[in-house]
């Protein structure tokens, strides 16, 4: 329960936990031992250099979120050209085949702002937050949401401009993203007005994509422009609310990522690439605190760590399960 409690703290915006070797389980204490002897150091060390020289780029998974990010939108985008009221409305909330779908954050917005509980919006609610449970909360991040598309080039092009020194990143206070919540939630609250959906780049590019594009694009461009030249990733890791309300949702999904100390080197490549590095604390030598531990709340499920993982220490499992792909 401590370890839930810190990945919820964590998601939070805390610094994670560092455990003491008192809290390690005597599987993780038995490896880590193991991994310091010198004759393990030494293989450690010249996997590493092999694997840094020997670096192959796999796309798979990239190549399928992607793919699921434009099939998702084109389906909404579609429906409404081609008027077949298959998906009807925006990601924000929308009508599949007549059933009521909510977005948990927009819903929120709503309830909040217009202090009134719709039985279609709680229909839509419970529906959507069923499906995201079951595959992860934040897989709506990396699987559906179209600014994750565009903060993921912008974020290779930040990354670019970072290695050849052109411009520095400024990393933030995580916490901002949990004040931003509150600050969201009371403006729909006391204005009577879901303020977050006038700057919310989900819904605004949603809907240009569906219904032609606005003046809200303006907006979208100049966050762009903020991850690419200031802060990686800037507001999906310092301001946005959906995804800290999907992290929730995701901190009991039966689909994790799932971490094996054993078959660690301890390079980082895995936090170099994720947006979200302090999920994978453990992966530093010496602070996993069990043998197995299924990756914190505020993943997204995206796989980029399990592309540059070369020995297979991170997976999708079901929990409870085996491997499951
Ligand atoms: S944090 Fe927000 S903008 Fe970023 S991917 Fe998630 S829902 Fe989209
Ligand atoms: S831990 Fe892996 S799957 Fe989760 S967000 Fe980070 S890179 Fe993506």
Known sequence: MKFFIDELRTMLGSAPQKWSKDDHSQAARDIHTFKQTPEQRKLRIASIHEELGNKVKNYRWRIQRWASIIIVNMIFVLSYWFDVQLVEGALTASRFVGFHLADLNSALQVVLAYKVILINLVIG????????????????????????????????????????????????????????????????????????????????LSRSLIYGAGFGLVLV??????????????????????????????????????????????????????????????TKKNRAHDEIIDIGADCTRCAMCLEVCPTGALNFKIRGTGDLI
């Open 125 to 204: 609610v419970v529906t959507v937050l069923l499906i995201w449970w079951f595959v992860g909360g934040r897989s709506f991040c990396s699987w559906v949401c179209p600014y994750h598309l565009l903060a993921e080039i912008a974020e290779m092009l930040h990354i670019k401009l970072v290695d050849k020194g052109i411009v520095k990143d400024h990393p933030m206070r995580r916490s901002t993203r949990t004040v931003m919540w509150v600050v969201f939630a009371a403006l729909a609250f006391i204005t009577g007005y879901t303020v977050f959906e006038t700057v919310n780049p989900v819904g605004i």
């Open 221 to 282: 461009a100049v966050l762009l422009l903020i991850e690419i030249f200031y802060s990686r990733r800037f507001w999906c890791r310092y301001i946005c609310p959906i995804g800290l309300t999907y992290g929730f949702v995701g901190s009991i999904s039966p689909v994790v990522i799932r971490y094996d100390l054993n078959h660690c080197l301890h390079e980082g490549e895995c936090r170099n690439v994720c947006m979200v590095p302090h999920v994978l604390e453990m």
